[in-house]
T-cell receptor, first 111, second 112 residues
C-alpha cells in the first residue's frame, strides 16, 4: 500500500480562493515533500518540510507537518487558473534514497 | 541545473513485443536514478532505482528490467510486453547529498 494518501482526491475551486489538501502517511519519515504534475507531464518539486519542522512557506504555498498525527497539509492561497494540476505528497523514510508517493489530489481552478 | 531527457514521448506496442525506454541526465554527476510507473489518475509506483553504474534495485516483481550502462543513462526494458505494462513511465534523478527528485517529461506506453 502507498505510504502517503491525499485527501481529497479531487478539488474544484474558483480563482482567488484557497485550496487545501491533506496527506497522511504511516511510518517515520526524514522529510515530506510536495510535488505538482500538470496533465501528461513530469512532476515538479514544490516544497520540502523536515520531520523537525512544523510549518513552511514558499510564495503562495504553506505546508504544515504534524508528525504525531502522521499528516501534512498543503495550502495554496489566492489560487490561479494556472494552479490547475495534480498535487502529490511524497515521504522520505529513514532508509533514505527513495520517495514514496501518494495517490494525489487533482485541483481544478476555474477562472 | 540538471535536465532529464526521456524518449520516446509516446509509444504504442503490441503484446509480446520488446521494450526499451531510455533516460539520460545532463548537468549532474553520480546521481541516483529512478523509474516510476503511473497509472491513469493515480500516484507513482517506484519500479527501479540505481545509486551507481550497474547497481539496480528492483522494488516490485514484474515483467520489466532496468540497466544503468553509464553514469547518466538509465534504461527500462522488457522482453515481452503485457497489456498490464501500459502506463506513464517517469524517470527521475536525485543529486548527490540532495533530497529532492527531478523528473523527466515521461513516456506514455500503450500496449495493445
Amino acid at each position: 500500500s502507498q505510504q502517503g494518501e491525499e485527501d481529497p482526491q479531487a478539488l474544484s475551486i474558483q480563482e482567488g480562493e484557497n485550496a487545501t489538501m491533506n496527506c497522511s502517511y504511516k511510518t517515520s519519515i526524514n522529510n515530506l515533500q510536495w510535488y505538482r504534475q500538470n496533465s501528461g507531464r513530469g512532476l515538479v518539486h514544490l516544497i520540502l518540510i523536515r520531520s523537525n519542522e512544523r510549518e513552511k512557506h514558499s510564495g503562495r504555498l504553506r505546508v504544515t507537518l504534524d508528525t504525531s498525527k502522521k499528516s501534512s497539509s498543503l495550502l495554496i492561497t489566492a489560487s490561479r487558473a494556472a494552479d490547475t494540476a495534480s498535487y502529490f505528497c511524497a515521504t522520505d523514510a529513514a532508509a533514505g534514497n527513495k520517495l514514496t508517493f501518494g495517490g494525489g489530489t487533482r485541483v481544478l481552478v476555474k477562472p | 541545473s540538471q535536465t532529464i531527457h526521456q524518449w520516446p514521448a509516446t509509444l504504442v506496442q503490441p503484446v509480446g513485443s520488446p521494450l526499451s525506454l531510455e533516460c539520460t541526465v545532463e548537468g549532474t554527476s553520480n546521481p541516483n536514478l529512478y523509474w516510476y510507473r503511473q497509472a491513469a489518475g493515480r500516484g507513482l509506483q517506484l519500479l527501479f532505482y540505481s545509486v551507481g553504474i550497474g547497481q539496480i534495485s528492483s522494488e516490485v516483481p514484474q515483467n520489466l528490467s532496468a540497466s544503468r550502462p553509464q553514469d547518466r543513462q538509465f534504461i527500462l526494458s522488457s522482453k515481452k510486453l503485457l497489456l498490464s505494462d501500459s502506463g506513464f513511465y517517469l524517470c527521475a534523478c536525485q543529486r548527490e547529498l540532495q533530497e529532492t527528485q527531478y523528473f523527466g517529461p515521461g513516456t506514455r506506453l500503450l500496449v495493445l
